[in-house]
């Protein structure tokens, strides 16, 4: 089964607000903890990466937190705006090159 | 540079027919990535390669082949297509050593019917 997945499928933020989209993973052996956003039609474009051992990373209006004792992974987008409306999508790097776990994705919705 | 790119945009395949998604990146990535994705999911790894002549399987390999005889394409053939393998199609790569940064193609859309 997969080892990375996220809590909610749709995320409703009103313009300007800050949004926080979450992920939970299971492999404690993950060296590297990355966000993807997808627009519709597109591939996914990289956002931001965390090791494993960091605690938080920043990022242009973006700040990813990650909580190894629940397991947990975080991106806060500051003053979301309509260009952020996209699918996020937190995938794991096992340390090699074989590619990255990807979890179901988080469906990032802005109101005007 | 046009990064990656993936021909063709849409396919529609019947069942058991055979084609080749070509995927082309001009970024000098030692590293190159075939995903699918699902609807509504997210993308699984189905190979991989680390260079020129090198290539190894991902999550999910059956009914697919890939070669590398060069740094810049990474084909991916379909034999004896079936339902299942209707997605959409991503390539991606990256630098030797951020293998977890990703550059990705457009996709293709694959139809098998």
């Known amino acids: 089964g997969e080892s990375v997945g996220l809590h909610l499928p749709t995320l409703s933020v009103q313009e300007g607000d800050n949004s926080i989209i979450n992920c939970a993973y299971s492999?404690?052996?993950?060296?590297?903890f990355i966000w993807y956003k997808q627009e519709s039609g597109k591939g996914p474009q990289f956002i931001i990466d965390i090791r494993s051992n960091m605690d938080k990373r920043q990022g242009q209006r973006v700040t990813v937190l990650l909580n190894k004792t629940v397991k947990h992974l975080s991106l806060q987008i500051a003053a979301t705006q309509p260009g952020d409306s996209a699918v996020y999508f937190c995938a794991e790097n096992r340390g090699g090159a074989d590619g990255l776990t990807f979890g179901k994705g988080t469906h990032l919705i802005i109101q005007p | 540079n046009a990064g990656v790119t993936q021909t063709p945009k849409f396919r529609i395949l019947k069942i058991g027919q055979s084609m080749t998604l070509q995927c082309t990146q001009d970024m000098n990535h030692n590293y190159m990535y075939w995903y699918r994705q699902d609807p509504g999911m997210g993308l699984k790894l189905i190979y991989y390669s680390v260079g020129a002549g090198i290539t190894d399987k991902g999550e999910v390999p059956n009914g697919y082949n890939v070669s590398r005889s060069t740094t810049e394409d990474f084909p991916l053939r379909l034999e004896l297509a079936a339902p299942s393998q209707t997605s959409v199609y991503f390539c991606a790569s990256s630098y030797l050593g951020r293998d977890y940064e990703q550059y990705f193609g457009p996709g293709t859309r694959l139809t098998v019917t």
């Open positions: 492999n404690s052996a993950s060296d590297y």
